[in-house]
Structure formats: structure tokens, C-alpha cells
């Protein structure tokens, strides 16, 4: 991923350089650009359920379609990302759900994360859902200074995530907050907003020196906060809840104190569907109601970045 991408910002902070890629428990998780060959989750000619609920608010493109195409960079597990050829992960999964409210399927297609708007603009895809974090430069169409490069997106907002420091397991130097650290040392990946929180929070710290121990991958950071040579490694909530999960079979870390900087993820529909975006927002607090979307949030145990009902463009 180049350095002036975008990607799954939170708040309304850009990443920079390559986005945390970390490798826990055999599960490859990149987070860096996808690629540029498509990859579905499922196979066209779906045959649409009309006796769903909410069958009767879909446009009639997608009740005859049967399905909604959706594209994301599946290269964010545990959000989106590639198992045995499918897509799999939270936003399948909290997708899937939508569909069954609505009585078509979600198909899932996998490109390039900077290309995801493009492809709703031009039509090829009927939504966007890649932990894309809502905010009002995405939804009036600005680039980073400004500047009007398109039409913009609406967003239905449907996940929460922060940043969360992730630490050894029984949390051995009882870290609670970013304060906890000074004096200590801590490990990142290179050329993130990870490390260049932590280089905020060592000049808050002053001659309590914070020393940062940067590396080519989180995997890396993560080796050295197990072996007890740093004290915390810092990436998304749902990522380290992923890491707390899988690495060791849940024996070599843990989550300290409470996510930083949260922001909303969205399920991104163009400006002039907004049929389409009504119906995904009705769909998703039917799900919230009847407790499916919070199965899906404890069965990837980010149960803290449930929402409590469906916004449109609630990210700032």
C-alpha cells in the first residue's frame, strides 16, 4: 500500500506506509493493499427470498439480482479476509445476516482498498464493507486537502473501533493507558499511526523516557512483547482482539485498559441509492434487535464494538 492511501482510519487520522501485518496462530493477516484479481465469495444467480422481511424494501435492480455485490479488500482478518478461496471474517458474517433480513445475498468481491469507492461510483458494486471508517471527507467526496474528487458515499454505520494496546498475557507490568508506559519500552510496526502514537505519548512522557521499538511487521512487535522485551504492542481493536484469541490458543496476550481514538466503520452505498442505503439501515437494526449481530461480534469476540442502533453518516 502507498504511503497516501487511506485506508481503515481511526477517527479521522490517515495510516501511513503499510498497515500492520500480522500473522497469529497460522492466520495470514495482511493489511496492506489487496489485489487487483477478483474474488467472490459466492456465485451470481441467486435466487432472492420474497417472504423476508424486508424483501419489499429493496430496490427491484437488487430483488430480480438477488443479490447486493460488495466489494472489499479481504486482506484485514479478522474484518475481511481469505480462507480456502472464501471471503470470511466479521463483515461477511454481519452481512449475511443483513441478508436474511432482506431476503437477498451479500456477494462479496475482493480488489484494491483505493479502488472500493471508485467501483460504487461506476456501479460495479451495489455497497462498499471493508472496515471503512465513515467520516465527512468519504462522504462529501474530498481527498486530503479538500479538494472535490467525487460525488461521495453514504454510510450506514456498523461497527466501532479504536486503538488497543495489546500486552503479554496476566498483564505483568499492569498496564491500564498509554500513561502506564512511560518509562518502559514498547514495540510497533514501522511507519504506522501505531508508532506514531506512541512517539506522541513519549513526548508526553518526557525524561520518564518511553523507548519505541519499531519493526517491518506487527508480527515482529508482537514476537518481542511475548518474549518480555517490550511491554506493549499497539494495532485496531479488532485486530489485537484477534491476536488476544488466536496466538497460543489464547495463552500469550491480552487487552489492556480501554480502545483510543474510536471511530465508525460503514457499509458505504452511493449517493443516488438511497433505497439500497435505507434498506441495509433498517435491515441492521432489525439484526441488533433479534440479537444476530451481537453473535457475530462474541463469536469474533469484538463484542466491544457492537453499536446500539443503525446511523446514516454519524462519522465525523
Do not use: H
Amino acid at each position: 500500500m502507498t504511503a497516501s492511501t487511506t485506508r481503515r482510519t481511526t477517527a479521522a487520522r490517515s495510516r501511513i506506509a503499510a498497515v500492520g501485518a500480522i500473522a497469529v496462530a497460522g492466520a495470514l493477516i495482511l493489511t496492506g493493499c489487496g489485489d487487483q484479481t477478483d474474488k467472490s465469495s459466492s456465485s451470481s444467480g441467486t435466487k432472492a427470498d420474497s417472504s423476508a422481511p424486508l424483501y419489499s424494501k429493496l430496490p427491484k435492480k437488487i430483488q430480480d439480482a438477488g443479490v447486493v455485490k460488495v466489494g472489499t479488500d479481504a486482506a484485514y482478518a479478522p474484518m475481511e479476509y481469505t480462507d480456502g478461496g472464501k471471503i470470511v471474517g466479521i463483515d461477511p458474517d454481519i452481512a449475511a445476516a443483513l441478508g436474511k433480513q432482506l431476503g437477498v445475498k451479500f456477494e462479496f468481491t475482493s480488489g484494491t482498498f483505493d479502488g472500493l469507492i471508485t467501483s460504487l461510483e461506476t456501479g460495479r458494486q451495489d455497497a462498499i464493507m471493508s472496515s471503512i471508517t465513515d467520516n465527512k471527507k468519504r462522504q462529501e467526496g474530498l481527498d486530503d486537502k479538500g479538494n472535490k474528487i467525487g460525488k461521495g458515499v453514504d454510510f450506514v454505520d456498523y461497527f466501532s473501533s479504536g486503538l488497543s494496546l495489546l500486552v503479554k498475557k496476566g498483564n505483568p507490568e499492569g498496564i491500564k493507558s498509554m500513561d502506564d508506559l512511560c518509562g518502559k519500552s514498547v514495540a510497533v510496526q514501522r511507519g504506522t499511526t501505531y508508532e506514531d502514537a506512541f512517539k506522541a505519548q513519549a513526548e508526553k512522557c518526557g525524561d520518564k523516557k518511553l523507548t519505541i521499538q519499531a519493526f517491518d511487521t506487527d508480527q515482529e512487535a508482537l514476537t518481542r512483547v511475548k518474549a518480555g522485551g517490550a511491554v506493549a504492542d499497539l494495532n485496531d481493536y479488532p485486530v489485537a482482539a484477534y491476536a488476544v484469541k488466536t496466538s497460543g490458543g489464547g495463552n500469550d496476550f491480552e487487552i489492556a485498559g480501554q480502545q483510543s481514538d474510536v471511530g465508525l466503520f460503514g457499509i458505504g452505498v452511493s449517493k443516488d441509492n438511497t433505497q439500497l442505503r435505507d434498506a441495509i439501515k433498517e435491515a441492521l437494526d432489525a439484526i441488533i434487535k433479534d440479537g444476530s449481530y451481537a453473535k457475530v461480534l462474541e463469536k469474533w469476540n469484538v463484542k466491544d464494538s457492537a453499536v446500539t442502533e443503525a446511523k446514516i453518516n454519524a462519522g465525523q
